[in-house]
């Protein structure tokens, strides 16, 4: 059974940083792309960052670009976020979820299996 359980969020102020974690089981992380994904109380649920299955290939979404960094270490099972220079605006949940492909998906339905989530908050 896939199981995916993110780890690392948190209460932080604005400029901080934050450093997901992705923990996953019951398959070889080496076959799948794996995205990171976030959720605003009454907004979508929108794709931040996709890393595909070698590593090789990376994705980030405009408003993460340069301030946040995806990478894998499939030998631990394991997939990082790494989120610097905080803003209040990247406030949600935020879910990874694997896709058994080696490229990402541009959408939330191109994936597989999805952690439960965990809340990042950045506030003063």
């Known amino acids: 059974q896939l199981q995916l359980v993110e780890s690392g969020g948190g209460l932080v102020q604005p400029g901080g940083s934050l450093r997901l974690s992705c923990v996953t089981s019951g398959f070889t992380l080496d076959y799948y792309a794996i995205g990171w994904f976030r959720q605003a109380p009454g907004k979508e649920r929108d794709r931040v960052s996709c890393?595909?299955?070698?590593?090789?290939?990376?994705y980030y979404a405009e408003s993460v670009k340069g301030r946040f960094t995806i990478s894998r270490d499939n030998a631990k099972n394991t997939v990082y976020l790494q989120m610097n220079s905080l803003k209040p605006e990247d406030t949600a949940v935020y879910y990874c979820?694997?896709?058994?492909?080696?490229?990402?998906?541009?959408?939330?339905?191109?994936?597989?299996?999805w952690g439960q989530g965990t809340q990042v908050t950045v506030s003063s």
């Open positions: 979820a694997a896709r058994r492909n080696y490229a990402c998906s541009i959408s939330v339905s191109g994936y597989d299996s």
């Open positions: 890393i595909s299955s070698n590593g090789a290939f990376t």
